[in-house]
């Protein structure tokens, strides 16, 4: 599977492939790597762009974001996502665990772990705040976020949707870097993200439309304004 690398700041590249994306953030002596899409060859799209050590950082254990992380001495992952990258079943989790707080230096960019549990019990985001952006994993995106299945906690995620919020309504950052949909996001996508949960978890929200084929029968896509997510409504 191809990668394709794509500039999107000033020393921050996005890689894509098929469908999901991984953030290289290059410093001067050192590189960090945000997830490692679905697998293939990631480290070789890293070396056309930088030939520093890369320090790998998980947002969470989805197959789509941890396909190459054998290729990283380095890993780290918030430690309450360990038990579900191991039951995956495609090898024993390495890393070394983050927390809320903890701080990632690379050149010109102070990362700050921010724990965001809902999608997955351990998802994680990284703030900027001199920059003001926030790499999210799949927690906010223009894409479609997947609440149905193993590890899924809509309740969870609607309270880091209002974590993540308030953060942005004190200006903490404006610009939002997702796995999935759109590269750069404008951060107000949160509002539709919370309106979407409200409704979702209220009742209230009526199908947009089917889910893909391979989800049981009862997963709808709900969507409100930007916000779009699979889920089985009971
Ligand atoms: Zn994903």
């Known amino acids: 599977m191809e990668f394709t690398t794509k500039q999107i700041a000033e020393h921050i590249w996005a890689i894509d492939q098929k469908g999901v994306r991984s953030?290289?953030?290059?410093?001067?002596?050192?590189?960090?790597?945000?997830?490692?899409?679905?697998?293939?060859?990631?480290?070789?799209?890293?070396?056309?762009?930088?030939?520093?050590?890369?320090?790998?950082?998980?947002?969470?254990?989805?197959?789509?974001?941890?396909?190459?992380?054998?290729?990283?001495?380095?890993?780290?992952m918030h430690s309450a996502e360990f038990e579900r990258y191991n039951s995956r079943g495609k090898g024993e989790c390495k890393a070394k665990p983050m927390q809320e707080g903890d701080v990632f230096t690379v050149g010109e960019y102070r990362l700050e772990v921010i724990w965001i549990p809902g999608h997955t019990p351990g998802s994680a985001a990284l703030l900027d705040r001199q920059h003001r952006f926030?790499?999210?994993?799949?927690?906010?995106?223009?894409?479609?976020?997947?609440?149905?299945?193993?590890?899924?906690?809509?309740?969870a995620f609607r309270e880091s949707i209002v974590k993540l919020n308030a953060?942005?309504?004190?200006?903490?950052f404006d610009t939002v870097y997702p796995a999935h949909g759109d590269a750069v996001v404008p951060a107000d996508i949160l509002e539709d993200h919370l309106a979407l949960a409200d409704e979702v978890l209220s009742g209230t929200a009526v199908p947009a439309g089917p889910a893909p084929e391979w989800f049981p029968d009862t997963v709808k896509t709900y969507r409100h304004g930007r916000a779009q997510m699979y889920y089985a409504c009971l």
């Open 23 to 76: 953030f290289l953030l290059t410093g001067p002596d050192s590189a960090v790597l945000v997830d490692t899409c679905f697998g293939g060859d990631i480290l070789s799209a890293c070396r056309t762009i930088t030939d520093q050590p890369i320090t790998l950082i998980t947002t969470h254990s989805d197959g789509d974001h941890c396909g190459c992380d054998q290729q990283f001495p380095v890993q780290y």
């Open 134 to 155: 926030l790499i999210s994993g799949d927690t906010v995106q223009s894409g479609c976020i997947f609440m149905h299945g193993d590890g899924r906690d809509l309740p």
């Open 167 to 172: 953060m942005r309504r004190d200006g903490l």
